[in-house]
């Protein structure tokens, strides 16, 4: 009779436990993860970001805010009458054009030249109405970017196309400096995403 109370009260208390873990883990999937396509992304992007003076900003954990401040994880781009989306996982730069200011023929988007990690380019217009924000490496402090009025020469993301994944809780990783999961310290292990992925 004891020892059947002594096991109940021990699976009390490891029940409890895994609820306490579960809602801690559930809260910081909320903060860092993203669901892109059904799978699940680390939203930490790094980029060397290029101002129009020539100096270079390292910022990681890059999200780009629209016009509603809503965050996103890729660009609006238009080519002729297409309007696509272009996660930033696919992307390898983004090279601004100096001659053409924004708003110059589609409102809100600035010409560029943007290099797909495929290794295609394409001139495309970009939409500039928003801002990027990240993690400046250099004062170790949050930085806000606006796209407009050409302000940003290029951003040249950090990840070529590799990801590292956690054989754990399957979370993926773009940033190449991510060697182990904050999440449950799991090693990654690399990956390379399939054509259909880019
Ligand atoms: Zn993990």
């Known amino acids: ?8 009260r021990v699976i009390l208390l490891y029940t409890l436990l895994f609820i306490t873990i579960s809602i801690g883990v559930s809260q910081e999937e909320k903060d860092r993860k993203i669901v892109f ?22 910022v990681s954990r890059i999200a780009f805010f629209d016009e ?3 965050k996103k994880y890729f660009f609006w781009v238009r080519r002729n009458s297409g309007l696509y989306t272009v996660s930033f996982k696919n992307i390898k730069s ?18 560029a030249t943007l290099n797909l990690i495929s290794g295609e380019s394409h001139l495309v217009y970009i939409k500039t109405t928003g801002h990027l924000e ?51 310290k799991t090693p990654l292990v690399e990956g390379v995403l399939s054509d259909s992925d880019r």
Not at 94 to 108: K, L, W
Request: aromatic content about 24%.
């Open 94 to 111: 983004v090279i601004f054009s100096s001659n053409d200011f924004a708003d110059d023929r589609y409102e809100g988007f600035t010409r």
């Open 134 to 184: 990240g993690f400046e490496e250099l004062f170790a402090s949050p930085v806000t970017f606006y796209l407009h009025y050409n302000l940003i020469e290029s951003i040249e993301f950090a990840g070529n196309g590799n990801y590292y994944y956690c054989p754990f809780c399957e979370t993926v990783y773009f940033d190449p400096s991510t060697e182990i999961c904050p999440y449950d």
């Open 1 to 8: 009779m004891c020892y059947t109370g002594e096991m109940f």
């Open 68 to 70: 509603f401040n809503e």
């Open 37 to 58: 396509n059904e799978v699940v992304y680390d939203p930490f992007f790094a980029a060397t970001i290029k101002d129009n003076e020539g100096e270079r900003f390292n």
